[in-house]
């Protein structure tokens, strides 16, 4: 399943929200992992461990990886409810990250991320602020995707975007990204997610 990020409506707001340039700011890695059970079985589950230092609170994530192929976009990309965790604050007079979970959500977008002005195919994922929890200026992140794509051996090094207010900034991390599809067999998503709702519904009473 593949969830699509709405372009904004109006063009003219573009030039008021433009983000500052990009400067370096975060760290981290991504490793894979093929599912052998549960809901995403025979998928491979890719997780990217970041941390940051940026002027401030932490927006938005941005995934890069050198896609070369219009195939890409047909991929089988699935995602968690909760596609990752971090190290929230809640004093923020005292940030200190870890006082709280902060939630992300994930998706996977072929048209790029128009809050940061990115194009082509990217996984982003969105601080869930709220409930007394949110992104600070420094901290940490684990986020999660799934797609039926092993890593490719030869990609060339992932780049994270962060948005922070309306400024960007960046980090070439190491690790692995998939590969082009290359004789994917295609997966019936209505049945991947009627096995999860199955896997986590609770007992009915007796």
């Known amino acids: 399943m593949t969830r699509m990020l709405l372009l904004p409506a109006l063009l003219a707001c573009s030039l008021l929200l433009a983000p500052a ?3 370096q700011c975060v760290s981290g890695n991504i490793t894979s992992q093929l599912e052998t059970s ?23 994530v941005t995934l890069q990886c050198d896609f070369v192929c219009a195939s890409i976009c047909d991929a089988g990309w699935a995602f968690a409810d909760t596609s990752g965790t971090g190290a929230g604050i809640n ?3 005292n940030p200190v990250p870890g006082q709280c979970d902060l939630p992300f959500s994930g998706e996977f977008n072929c ?12 996984i982003k994922w969105d601080a869930l602020d709220g409930m007394g929890c949110e992104a600070g200026a420094q901290g940490s992140a684990t986020l999660c995707f799934w797609v039926d794509l092993p890593p490719d051996p030869n990609n060339t090094a992932p780049v994270v975007l962060l948005k922070n207010g309306q400024n960007v900034c960046e980090g070439v ?7 082009c599809p290359v004789g994917v067999e295609s997966i019936d998503w ?8 199955k896997d986590n519904q609770e007992p009915s009473e007796q």
């Open 38 to 60: 549960g809901p995403f079985a025979g998928l491979w589950k890719y997780t990217l461990d970041i941390s940051w230092d940026t002027p401030q609170g932490l927006s938005n």
């Open 190 to 197: 209505s049945k991947v997610k009627f096995q999860f709702i």
């Open 173 to 179: 991390i190491t690790g692995d990204c998939p590969q």
């Open 91 to 93: 004093d923020d007079e």
């Open 111 to 122: 048209m790029g991320n128009p809050s940061i002005g990115i194009t082509g195919p990217m």
């Open 21 to 23: 340039a990009h400067g």
